[in-house]
């Protein structure tokens, strides 16, 4: 079992930056990778990027890439994300995924254990 818990979101003008925090505990943390996935109201929820368990490889969205950035803090078992150059369109709220294995996936469905996520509202 994995626990995940969210921190960070909030309300934030276009062009504004916040970092997401996600917490996890339950297993080892280095053992497996981990994903960012976000859900507007009324829309499926979606992939906005990945990490491998050592932080070496990282993947996102075409929709977030150049503004944001996945990174892991495997000694403090958090894994972040930062997000710049905010829009409109970014508003939703924010999940970190854990697999049950050690793979991610760019699914949604690859993921076995979610937090209660953070809300993201950038105004315009």
């Known amino acids: 079992q994995v626990q995940l818990v969210e921190s960070g979101g909030g309300l934030v003008q276009a062009g504004g930056s916040l970092r997401l925090s996600c917490a996890a505990s339950?297993?080892?943390?280095?053992?497996?990778?981990m994903g960012w996935f976000r859900q507007a109201p009324g829309k499926e929820r979606v992939f906005v990027a990945a990490?491998?368990?050592?932080?070496?490889?990282?993947y996102y969205a075409d929709s977030v890439k150049g503004r944001f950035t996945i990174s892991r803090d495997n000694a403090k078992s958090t894994v972040y994300l930062q997000m710049n150059s905010l829009k409109p369109e970014d508003t939703a709220v924010y999940y970190c995924?854990?697999?049950?294995?050690?793979?991610?996936?760019?699914?949604?469905?690859?993921?076995?254990?979610w937090g209660q996520g953070t809300q993201v509202t950038v105004s315009s």
């Open positions: 990490i491998s368990w050592s932080g070496s490889a990282t």
């Open positions: 995924g854990a697999p049950k294995g050690a793979y991610g996936s760019v699914y949604s469905v690859g993921y076995d254990y």
């Open positions: 339950g297993r080892t943390f280095s053992s497996y990778d």
